[in-house]
């Protein structure tokens, strides 16, 4: 970490919390709607509500549960075109301008300026938090897409190692069938195949590939022969999944690789939120691996809250707490040690971060270097929510549809480009 960053940091937080101090603000309550209901998720989202606590607010709790948050945003449309938004919601990526757009968003510069975010953040996560120039959200973290979690009970009674490439995976997987293990833990909801599939697609392709297809929507690479590859390899991997996959939630898939009844699972860092949960370990129990052909690639999926605007003064002070708390060090170090993502602002010590959480932020950093940073488009970080979710359901209808050919899967990923 560079010294003079940290130095800021430090100095934005102290007047930051001297300046809100002297305010004394009264107290107000702040509703967050979010999607964070799983054992690790819970946890890191207590440290949000002590913290704010601490500060005289109260958190009202609006959770809609459903990994990856698509019926959290339904119930969030609904709220805010029937007037009555949220304090603050959990929004991400382009779809914060889409809701600026919608001229509903606060703006958080007076806090920003305070706790001098601009220097805080790395500057590309800075511009996604903005709508016209002004900070309309706050980012919590960082997670890291493209891993994958191993039981390491299953790799020893398998009696294989953790695989590095694709031809590895497969034996691994055969192994660990043999062995009575299931090989992989799928949860078969749409977004956990989309999930899985821009990992492969990263792994099979590189990152220059990715890029062109979800970044650009190339239909050149979203209608290639190495798409045909990335389907291929993606229908192979079903077939080490089992049969109570579909409708399954991502953490029930999860608790089958901590129980050791499934070997590994394809999610983000997420996931490693319910190993610790769980009394686990990294290297002692779990193993964090990067997803097969990725390791010098990283997936970004940063979690955010966008603030609605208010009419009612005391909430609009709380909803200002919340977002200065959310970019203090100390909730962005107690937040993220549960979650299993890593901090997003300069300044957090990551001595007290486990061996994955240390790898990935060394990950973010050296991937950036070789341009193997790509956003996750999975996760709602590069294309319009109409876009990714045309995406999402072409990838969930071939994996759920064994006799629909990579050529009719290709077919309608190009659709998808075409319009644009
Ligand atoms: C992602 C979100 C993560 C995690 C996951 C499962 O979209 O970014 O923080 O919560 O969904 O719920």
Request: aromatic residues 10%; positive net charge; charged residues 20%.
């Amino acid at each position: 970490m560079r010294s003079s960053a940290c130095a800021r940091w430090v100095q934005g937080s102290v007047l930051s919390f001297a300046l809100l101090a002297s305010v004394a603000a009264p107290a107000g309550q702040v509703e967050v709607l979010h999607w964070w209901t799983s054992g690790g998720e819970a946890r890191s989202v207590a440290e949000l509500k002590r913290l704010l606590a601490a500060d005289g607010h109260t958190w009202r709790d609006f959770a809609v549960v459903g990994g990856g948050g698509d019926s959290a945003i339904s119930v969030l449309r609904s709220r805010v075109l029937a007037g009555n938004p949220p304090a603050a919601a959990q929004i991400k990526g382009p779809a914060i301008q889409e809701w600026g757009r919608l001229n509903v968003l606060a703006n958080l510069d007076e806090v920003a300026r305070r706790q001098q975010w601009d220097a805080q953040l790395p500057r590309v996560v800075a511009e996604v938090m903005k709508v016209n120039g002004r900070y309309a959200a706050v980012p919590v973290n960082v997670h890291r897409v493209n891993w994958l979690w191993i039981n390491r009970q299953a790799l020893r009674k398998a009696e294989v190692r953790a695989p590095t490439n694709w031809d590895e995976f497969f034996e691994v997987a055969e192994k660990m069938r043999k062995a009575g293990i299931v090989p992989l833990a799928h949860g078969g909801q749409p977004w956990q195949e989309f999930t899985t599939f821009e990992v492969v697609a990263l792994g099979v392709g590189g990152a220059d590939f990715y890029r062109r297809a979800f970044v650009r929507l190339d239909p050149q690479a979203l209608h290639s022969d190495t798409m045909a590859q990335v389907l291929a390899t993606f229908r192979r991997i079903k077939g080490y999944t089992d049969a109570g996959a579909p409708g399954r939630d991502w953490n029930v898939a999860t608790a089958m690789v901590i129980r050791g009844e499934a070997g590994m699972q394809f999610m983000g860092d997420w996931a490693k939120g319910e190993f610790l949960a769980a009394g686990k370990a990294p290297n002692k129990d779990f193993l964090c691996v990067s997803a097969p052909g990725t390791s010098r690639a990283f997936i970004f999926n940063v979690d955010s809250f966008a603030m609605f605007r208010l009419k009612d003064a005391q909430a609009t002070q709380a909803q200002h707490a919340l977002a200065a708390t959310i970019m203090s060090r100390e909730f962005q170090e107690a937040f993220n040690l549960n979650k299993g993502s890593i901090p997003v602002g300069t300044g957090v010590d990551m001595g007290r971060f486990d061996l994955c959480a240390q790898e990935s932020s060394a990950y973010f950093v050296a991937s950036n270097m070789v341009n193997a940073l790509v956003p996750s488009v999975a996760h709602k970080m590069v294309q319009p929510d109409a876009v990714e979710a045309a995406l999402r359901e072409a990838v969930a209808a071939y994996w759920n549809n064994d006799r629909m050919s990579a050529e009719q899967a290709m077919q309608r990923f190009a659709a998808v480009a075409r319009p644009r």
